[in-house]
């Protein structure tokens, strides 16, 4: 059986496998001294008084103060009930925010300054345009949709005017509609009424003054 030979380190009889220097990890080449190093220093910056003695939000958290979100293997990123914006070197708010008031309900406050507010998309830049323009009561281009309230264009005598539509469910499980408009000619202010038919499109009355 091979001998460890002992060696003399600050006066004392060691073994090699105690020198720190002496061991090496043979793909790096690293010393343990070296690594331990490393770790130590790894762990320092990643410590809890960096973390603040925070833990982490788990996924279906019951109380998520004072913890650090992260993204869960699902995907999901569980945070708290308010999202603020802050400006860069400033401890003050945008006038943005995002709030969980209820289950399944989220606000959007808008800034509450001058400016503009811009949306990207699953908008219509021209809302006459999808509607289209209507002739005359049940054209192809006077539907309206069920439950809504839109703005768009119809026509008197071929003369183009706007129209306020306002479309809900009855009682008796019927749509009904009902849509406001001027006359291009007097300036009367004109209604037409519609309940739904087959294929549940609207089949409007003649337009009438109000008055």
């Known amino acids: 059986m091979a001998r460890i030979k002992k060696l003399k380190e600050n006066g004392k009889t060691v073994y090699p496998a105690t020198i720190w220097n002496a ?32 833990g982490i939000v788990t996924a279906g958290e019951l109380d998520p103060k004072n913890k650090i979100p992260v993204v869960g293997n699902d995907g999901v990123m569980e945070i708290g009930r308010y999202l603020d914006f802050h400006m860069d070197g400033s401890k003050e708010d945008y006038n943005i925010r995002l709030r969980c008031d209820t289950t399944g309900k989220y606000q959007h406050y808008l800034p509450a300054k001058t400016g503009t507010v811009a949306l990207t998309s699953d908008i219509y830049e021209n809302i006459p345009d999808r509607i289209g323009v209507g002739t005359t009561a049940g054209d192809e281009n006077d539907y309206v949709e069920h439950d809504s309230l839109q703005v768009f264009k119809a026509a ?52 009438r003054n109000i008055g």
């Open 23 to 54: 061991v090496v990890d043979p793909t790096t080449g690293m010393t343990l001294k070296q690594l331990v190093a490393e770790l130590t220093d790894a762990l320092n910056r990643i410590d809890a008084s960096t973390l603040q003695g925070h």
């Open 156 to 207: 008197i005598d071929n003369k183009n005017f706007p129209v306020i539509s306002v479309a809900g469910e009855r009682t008796d499980g019927q749509q009904c509609c009902w849509q406001l408009g001027i006359d291009p000619y007097t300036g009367a202010l004109r209604y037409r009424y519609a309940l739904s038919g087959s294929g549940g499109r609207f089949t409007f009355s003649a337009w």
